[in-house]
């Protein structure tokens, strides 16, 4: 893994000398359970662990004699073994096999790395939920289809944030029960010269249950739950990370990740600000998967025993936790630095003519026409050509878009003109329907006549002030918004 994404406590879980030191924990722990049994003199586990406790293991030695003999943990049981005397040398890896010392350190660096992950994300979540108190009044146009839908909170959007966070919270959790297992059932898991009150004793002491029923290694399917949470916990942080990149769009952005003091954007183009920590989770998201999907291949194993799963999980895993952990980190630095721009969310309401409210507006116009035995359908018609009409342009702006220069001169004349032009003022649909202010649209079927109708028709249900009341209470936002302290109470007890 790039430095650049390492995790210092991950790198130390994974270290060779973690491993190592945890393979000679288990070999001990098989040893005083044999004391624990009866099987073996207390005496002899103590000089044993007093030797191998007092001399460190030699790592570049057994790296050379790694080379040598092909075989890792026989390599690491020469090296320990040449500071026995012959007379002890016989209790270490007694009845054993390499998987039989492996599994328990192996599923005890995932356990490690896996709390750090939940720290880690439950971090997050407090950050954000700390945000959705902070900006629990603060409205914003939510969007689907990346279209301007209703009002919303923006604390109401970092809510659905933390729910999702929670939610693979929640279910990386649930995955922690399969690392309660780990064996030492020998070279066909079927226990051969192992006597199975050996292994049950030997996990107790190490924190673990048997698993009956392995070949010569755990089912890696204990495994796939936890890779596959991991992976979604970078692809939830993908998410968040892209409606942050969608609101840091320039123009009028709604959202900006942190930006430091002396940060450069571009090397070309000074006034940038680049979204460059949000876009990486997206990498990050592809580097997950990738991980993920080596780690689900490698469950498949021929008979009693492969070896075409060790190199997968020596890379996949502690590069999958350094992912997670890095992205979680990277992920709640933006959070906490996030710069919002209520000002301009506010002008995109503005701007948006009161057509958030265009559901409720057909709903109560539906309401009105009925008495007049007119359908649904005419009072969907009737907002959509308001929408349209609100929205359209006037004046210079529409000149501007209907011209396309054929030269570069007209092009900047263009430019010098919409540099001129004051912001226009719209009406909205709040006003255009009441008033009867409708106009025909050539992006609608709708008729002159048809709309000359609709107008009267409008002008006279509106004319009773106890309808113009109700009309004009939709569209504020604490109508909108009437329903959020649901949210809060149900999610946050708020």
């Given amino acids: 893994m790039d430095e650049r994404y390492t995790i210092e406590k991950i790198t130390k879980i994974w270290s060779t000398e ?3 030191s945890l393979w000679q924990k288990t070999e001990l722990m098989a040893i005083k359970a044999r004391v624990i049994l009866g099987l073996v003199a207390e005496t002899i586990f103590l000089k044993i662990e007093e030797t191998l406790k007092r001399i460190p293991i030699d790592i570049p030695w057994w790296k050379n004699r790694d080379k040598e ?15 026995l005397t012959e007379e002890l040398q016989r209790y270490l890896h007694e009845d054993m096999t390499s998987y039989d010392t492996e599994e328990p350190a192996f599923v005890c660096m995932l356990r490690e790395s896996v709390q750090i992950v939940i720290r880690s994300l439950e971090e997050v979540c407090k ?15 939510a969007r689907t289809h990346g279209q301007e839908a209703k009002l919303q909170s923006f604390g109401k959007r970092c809510l659905t944030w933390y729910v999702i966070l929670q939610l693979d919270l929640n279910n990386l959790k649930n995955t922690v029960s399969s690392l309660k297992y780990a064996k030492l059932s020998g070279a066909a898991g079927n226990y051969g010269d192992m006597d199975p009150a050996v292994e049950i004793e030997t996990l107790k002491q190490l924190g673990f249950e048997p698993l009956y029923g392995t070949p010569q290694i755990l089912p890696r ?24 990149r969608l609101g840091a769009r320039s123009g009028r952005p709604i959202l900006q990740e942190p930006f430091g003091k002396k940060q450069k954007g571009s090397s070309a183009m000074p006034h940038k600000k680049n979204t460059i920590r949000t876009e990486q989770m997206e990498g990050m998201a592809r580097m997950a998967r990738g991980y993920m999907n080596m780690i689900l291949e490698a469950i498949k194993t021929w008979e009693e025993r492969a070896i075409e ?3 997968v999980e020596r890379v996949a895993w502690p590069d999958l936790f350094h992912v997670v952990v890095h992205s979680l980190k990277t992920m709640n630095a933006v959070l906490t630095g996030l710069t919002v721009y209520p000002d301009n969310m506010l002008l995109e309401i503005a701007d948006s003519c009161g057509t958030y409210a265009s559901e409720e507006a057909k709903k109560l116009l539906r309401e009105f026409l009925a008495e007049r035995g007119l359908s649904s359908e005419v009072a969907y018609r009737i907002v959509q050509l308001a929408a349209f009409n609100a929205l359209e342009l006037s004046g210079g702006f529409q000149r501007l878009r209907d011209g396309i220069p054929s030269t570069i001169e007209e092009a900047e004349v263009a430019l010098k003109e919409a540099s001129s032009l004051d912001r226009p003022r719209r009406e909205s649909i709040q006003d255009i329907i009441p008033l009867g202010h409708l106009r025909h649209s050539p992006q609608l079927e709708a008729t002159e006549k048809e709309i000359e109708g609709w107008n009267v028709m409008l002008f006279t249900i509106f004319s009773s002030r106890r309808i113009r009341d109700r009309w004009n209470q939709i569209f504020r936002p604490s109508y909108q918004l009437r329903r959020e302290p649901f949210l809060y109470e149900k999610i946050l007890g708020k």
């Fill in 18 to 20: 973690n491993k190592l």
């Fill in 69 to 83: 003999i092909r075989h890792d943990l026989n390599a690491f049981l020469d090296e320990r073994l040449r500071h």
């Fill in 127 to 141: 950050t954000l939920k700390a945000m959705a108190l902070k900006y629990r009044y603060t409205i914003m146009n």
């Fill in 221 to 244: 399917e204990l495994f796939a739950p936890l890779a596959q949470a991991l992976c979604q916990i970078v692809q939830s942080l993908d998410k968040i990370a892209t409606d942050i």
């Fill in 309 to 311: 799963q060790s190199c």
